[in-house]
């Protein structure tokens, strides 16, 4: 997929996964499997500095906490059925936690991680590479939602995002996998319904928007940033309020700590503070300028 290089490192990104018309969560599915896991490094001092690392930034921020995440492993696409040309994607997840992420993603020693390969899943397979989430969130006076991060979060402080964090396995009652799993096709459905759900609770949580506001969230695509190797699946969605009610309604959200500021932006004034985007979040953008492009051109 197309991968974009800057001046700045921290912007670089690559888009795992495009889906210009939108994917409704109809056509999202998961495969979500203990193979999709994080490979242990051979390398046995580079494995330990994973908890080294926790441990210090436990020390600098004694409230960091360890929880379990989705890891993403890679996708596949496939059409419906065969009378159906519509094409569907399932994701490739696995688990792992915030502590391994710390340890291995956001490491100094992160590019010891990985493997010289062209193969994502096999480059990043030593990556905690836990599968965060975006919201390109249009407002009914068609600006865009910004939001600040605030200086005090361990990623990205101080610069824009999207509305996002990720899909929480606790939320559909996994805590580790199991191996004798009965009904593992309910156990999928719950896990890709919990990709859209998750994104919803995200906007709602971080912005003070009503659920009820927000239209049903569609897959774009997925990107990665090249610092850090850092995955995220991005959603696009409406919402029927205008931009000064939606500031409003920011002052009172429920994770306002994580950010500073909520800004409702132009597609203009976008592309302007792009440069102050992590490359996960440029690499949203990018992508909800190619479902842009292909609604004028269809």
Not at 78 to 97: A, F, I, M, P
Request: glycine share 8%; hydrophobic share 35%; charged share 25%.
């Amino acid at each position: 997929m197309a991968a974009a290089a800057s001046a700045n490192p921290g912007t670089a990104y690559k888009l795992l996964l495009s889906c210009p018309e939108g994917l409704p969560r109809s056509r999202v599915s998961v495969k979500f499997d203990p193979s999709i896991d994080r490979i242990p490094h051979p390398d046995a001092s580079l494995e330990e500095s994973i908890g080294e690392i926790w441990n210090q930034r436990l020390q600098q921020n004694p409230s960091l906490y360890n929880d379990t995440k989705f890891r993403y492993g890679g996708h596949a696409l496939h059409r419906s059925d065969e009378s159906n040309q519509e094409y569907c994607v399932s994701l490739h997840l696995g688990l792992t936690d915030y502590r391994t992420f710390v340890g291995t993603n956001l490491s100094p020693l992160w590019e010891k991680f990985l493997v010289p390969c062209e193969d994502d899943s096999v480059c990043c397979q030593h990556m905690s590479n836990p599968l965060g989430n975006g919201a390109i969130v249009e407002t009914s006076d068609e600006k865009i939602i910004v939001l600040q991060r605030s200086n005090n979060v361990g990623e990205s402080p101080g610069h824009y995002v999207f509305p996002g964090g990720h899909s929480e396995p606790q939320e559909v009652g996994i805590l580790a996998h199991q191996n004798d799993e009965k009904d593992v096709a309910g156990l999928t459905e719950r896990i890709s319904d919990e990709m859209f759900d998750g994104i919803i609770r995200e906007v709602v949580e971080e912005t003070g928007v009503p659920a009820s506001s927000l239209t049903e969230p569609i897959l774009i695509g997925v990107s990665r940033r090249e610092t850090n190797v850092r995955p995220a699946a991005f959603f696009y969605m409406r919402c029927n309020i205008d931009s000064s009610a939606i500031t409003e309604l920011y002052a009172r959200a429920q994770d306002g700590y994580e950010s500073t500021k909520l800004y409702a932006v132009s597609l203009k004034d976008l592309r302007d503070m792009s440069q102050r985007l992590p490359g996960c979040h440029l690499g949203g953008f990018a992508l909800y300028e190619l479902m842009r492009n292909a609604l004028e051109s269809s």
